[in-house]
């Protein structure tokens, strides 16, 4: 089974909808996800993710199953550097979250008292819970760190959703701490993540990632991947946010 993990595209943070720019990335992902043959499609709650699916979705004549648990990941914590607001949960400062070696572990990485006061784990167990149930409908039972193939299948499935949930349904299928996602990798908008399933022996399977955060169909229009993603490269760079 084939997973689709896709970004909305350029946010309208304060209309949760999308930019002109966003709208485009959209509308170029949806000429790409077309052309495959999906079996399912899933989507967050938030308006940003949903009207990015929509083009897809109007291209295809489908729909797609809206999951609460979807939405972004987006559990206000007392970031240490900053006392006074609270931020979310997957956006810390390097020299703050490196410093704690939990945050590396998958058994630990909830236990600093940071993530318990915010009660992260709670969160993060609601939405694996969810996804798995999903798996499971579609033939995959999660066994410990591994799935059993109970009806094995070559069915494509997409969810249309954000970074920070992303992170969390990826740090779930590869057993790694979600902080170390968060803070390492960089998905931009209307990126593709695929994962596959390999049964390597008969009812045991695993997924494995084949491509992270590509944005191909982008490229191919001559579309530059949006900033949205990112932070500076180089402090000071003109027009790039530091935080």
């Given amino acids: 089974m084939k997973l689709l993990i896709i970004r909305h595209g350029d946010p309208d943070y304060e209309h949760d909808s999308l930019t002109e720019k966003g709208w485009k990335e959209a509308r170029y992902l949806s000429e790409r ?13 938030l308006g940003r993710a949903k009207d990015t699916a929509s083009c897809t979705l109007e291209k295809m004549g489908r729909t797609a199953e809206e999951c609460p648990w979807l939405r972004e990941f987006a559990v206000p914590i007392q970031r240490p550097d900053v006392p006074k607001k609270k931020m979310i949960a997957w956006d810390w400062l390097p020299q703050d979250w490196t410093r704690e070696p939990r945050f590396f572990r998958p058994d630990a990485w909830h236990q600093s008292e940071v993530l318990q006061e915010a009660h992260v784990k709670e ?13 499971e409908k579609h033939g995959y039972r999660r066994d410990g760190a591994y799935y059993q193939a109970v009806r094995p299948n070559n ?19 590869m057993n790694i701490s979600p902080m170390v996602l968060w803070h390492t990798l960089c998905a931009a908008p209307t990126s593709v993540t695929t994962v596959i399933t390999e049964e390597r022996r008969k009812g045991i399977a695993a997924f494995r990632v084949n491509s992270f955060g590509d944005t191909a169909h982008l490229y191919c229009h001559a579309e530059p991947p949006s900033f949205a993603a990112r932070f500076c490269e180089c402090y000071g760079n003109p027009g790039e946010r530091v935080d």
């Fill in 33 to 45: 996800i077309a052309a495959l043959d999906v079996s399912n499609f899933y989507v967050s709650p």
């Fill in 155 to 173: 069915d494509t499935i997409v969810f249309f959703c954000h970074f920070g949930v992303e992170c969390v349904l990826l740090s779930h299928l």
């Fill in 123 to 135: 969160e993060y167990d609601w939405v694996i819970e969810h996804f798995d149930a999903l798996l």
